[in-house]
């Protein structure tokens, strides 16, 4: 069998095999392999009718349906980078994103458009917009962007896209940046494919496996579960929930097999009753995102006594880096496992030399799995994308070329058995209900109301979010005092639910300052947690 190279032959290979085999399903419809890669094709064809240059950026700003996943993979299959955009995004982050990689195609709906209609004159690279819906009335404010119905670029005459390779780039993953603007991660081909066979390989993936696609696309483990699907012929279900019971309803409905979602869900899910047919057929959950508190996981395996747990570390800048076997979640339910499948993790200590066993280190991962770097951001991307020593574990004195590897910024620690644990985030990245926000990030939405003088965001252990989200601030102005509802009303307004603090606590200002002239976030924080015992 020819094994998959670009991240499009992950559906095209599959449908030579299998060709009637569902592929997606998405409420009452399904899509088969076959149809799938040849919509794949299609749309591939219609980009290249607009001229889209080989590695240009199409963005994808749609919930999870049928034509998002076709544009994801006809994007990269014409010789372009798709970018998925969070659903939840509000659209001057959206207008952010789009102008920090030049997206030349917008693929987004009519309700999306019309959201998005005050901050598109922002992006002057935007030439085409492609609607999957109804076409927008005439005088809707879009020229002189061309908009194009879906329907037409399936229709659009076969042409062949560019040529590309393993090494060129395919997709852009935006996450929050300790800068307070979100980072573009560069994956290639070669990074999501074989991100696709180490995952499946592992979790043993196969053409009878149902896995629901519960976490957004534009997460890296949410796309994850279409690429491990499609190497091995499975079927993925695509779930736009509103409740955690509807988790649980299409597990049931759909015969579940495969069920992977970050903390929190995880939470909710298992104060719920499960159906007891969820039993019958899941055959396993996964945890991504954070560390799964270990009553969620007794609980869980509670409810599917049959499911085995897998527990998971990855970083979007390396795709997945590592796993625990389930034979080992008794014996050490606090660890992340070892490196996943043809990716080695290494412990290091500041100047690169290896740590001893059970000594606090960086984790760093190397392997086909490290992406290309953060788009347009050369300082960051020295941060984290940095040259091993040479005589690095796996490396040897004749070889000449030096090699990347990616140092994520987490503490860890190895035991005399090569099992990692976790210890802590080295930078002050918040990670609630499974996202990564930044402090500054939130500060900065909070300095736009123009309803605080100054400001500071800090995380919070949360038994069920992961971190909660708290704000001390300043007013702007006394006359702008006009009470806490009002600027949570802002944050609501401004923010995805999942940025919106938890607590908010003005204090008479200036807020205190460290040696470097800089807002002391530690120390404010060190505070709040002191006046709470």
């Known amino acids: 069998?020819?094994?998959?190279?670009?991240?499009?032959?992950?559906?095209?290979?599959?449908?030579?095999?299998?060709?009637?085999?569902?592929?997606?399903?998405?409420?009452?419809?399904?899509?088969n392999y076959g149809d799938l890669g040849e919509n794949v094709n299609q749309f591939a064809s219609g980009l290249m009718g607009l001229g889209l240059a080989r590695g240009e950026r199409v963005a994808i700003y749609l919930e999870k349906r049928f034509e998002t996943v076709v544009a994801s993979f006809g994007t990269p299959a014409a010789g372009g980078v798709f970018v998925?955009?969070?659903?939840?995004?509000?659209?001057?982050?959206?207008?952010?994103?789009?102008?920090?990689?030049?997206?030349?195609?917008?693929?987004?709906?009519?309700?999306?458009?019309?959201l998005l209609s005050g901050v598109l004159d922002e992006c002057p690279d935007l030439a085409h917009i492609v609607l999957t819906g109804s076409?927008?009335?005439?005088?809707?404010?879009?020229?002189?962007?061309?908009?194009?119905?879906?329907?037409?670029?399936?229709?659009?005459?076969?042409?062949?896209?560019?040529?590309?390779?393993?090494?060129?780039?395919?997709?852009?993953?935006?996450?929050?940046?300790?800068?307070?603007?979100?980072?573009?991660?560069?994956?290639?081909?070669r990074n999501m494919v074989a991100g696709a066979k180490s995952v499946a390989s592992y979790i043993e993936n196969n053409a009878q496996d149902t896995l629901l696609a519960a976490l957004p696309l534009s997460f890296d483990a949410g796309f994850?579960?279409?690429?491990?699907?499609?190497?091995?012929?499975?079927?993925?279900?695509l779930l736009n929930y509103l409740m955690p019971r509807d988790v649980l309803k299409a597990m049931?409905?759909?015969?579940?097999?495969?069920?992977t979602a970050v903390p929190p869900l995880y939470i909710q899910l298992a104060q719920l009753d499960w159906p007891a047919a969820i039993n019958d057929h899941l055959r396993y959950f996964a945890n991504t995102g954070g560390r799964m508190p270990r009553e969620t996981l007794n609980l869980l395996r509670q409810r599917v006594p049959k499911a085995k747990p897998f527990l998971m570390y990855g970083l979007t800048e390396a795709f997945r880096s590592t796993y625990l076997p389930p034979e080992e979640v008794d014996r050490r339910p606090d660890s992340i496992g070892k490196a996943i499948p043809n990716a080695e993790i290494l412990v290091l200590r500041e100047d690169g030399s290896a740590c001893a066993p059970d000594e606090p280190g960086e984790l760093v991962h190397r392997g086909a799995l490290v992406g290309m770097g953060y788009w347009n951001d050369a300082e960051k991307t020295a941060e984290r994308y940095k040259l091993l020593?040479?005589?690095?574990?796996?490396?040897q004195p004749g070889l000449q070329l030096p090699e990347y590897a990616v140092f994520s910024g987490d503490t860890v620690r190895q035991d005399a058995d090569g099992f990692l644990y976790f210890i802590g985030r080295r930078d002050e990245m918040m990670k609630t209900s499974g996202y990564r926000v930044s402090p500054t990030e939130?500060?900065?939405?909070?300095?736009?109301?123009?309803?605080?003088?100054?400001c500071v965001a800090f995380g919070v252990d949360h038994p069920v979010?992961?971190?909660?989200?708290?704000?001390?601030?300043?007013?702007?102005?006394?006359?702008?005092?006009?009470?806490?509802n009002d600027l949570f009303s802002e944050c609501k307004s401004r923010m995805p639910a999942y940025m919106v603090p938890a607590g908010i606590e003005i204090v008479a200002g200036p807020l205190p300052r460290n040696p470097n002239g800089k807002i002391d976030r530690k120390l404010l924080a060190a505070e709040w947690l002191a006046r709470r015992g």
Not at 10 to 30: K, V, W, Y
Not at 167 to 181: E, P
Not at 224 to 237: K, N
Not at 465 to 484: D, F, M, N, Q
């Open 465 to 484: 979010l992961g971190h909660a989200i708290h704000v001390i601030a300043t007013y702007a102005v006394p006359t702008r005092a006009t009470g806490i």
């Open 252 to 259: 049931e409905r759909e015969k579940v097999t495969g069920l």
């Open 84 to 114: 998925p955009l969070n659903p939840l995004l509000k659209p001057e982050q959206v207008a952010f994103i789009m102008r920090d990689c030049n997206v030349r195609v917008l693929v987004t709906s009519p309700e999306r458009l019309a």
């Open 389 to 395: 020593a040479a005589d690095a574990s796996g490396r």
């Open 135 to 189: 076409m927008p009335e005439p005088g809707a404010n879009l020229e002189p962007l061309p908009v194009l119905g879906w329907q037409d670029m399936l229709n659009s005459p076969a042409r062949p896209g560019h040529r590309v390779i393993d090494v060129d780039m395919a997709a852009i993953l935006y996450t929050s940046g300790s800068t307070g603007k979100p980072k573009g991660v560069v994956l290639s081909h």
């Open 1 to 31: 069998m020819t094994e998959s190279i670009l991240l499009p032959e992950l559906i095209a290979l599959t449908a030579q095999r299998m060709a009637h085999a569902i592929a997606l399903t998405s409420g009452a419809s399904n899509v």
């Open 442 to 454: 939130v500060e900065e939405v909070l300095y736009a109301t123009k309803l605080v003088g100054e």
């Open 224 to 237: 994850s579960q279409l690429t491990t699907a499609f190497h091995t012929g499975a079927r993925v279900v």
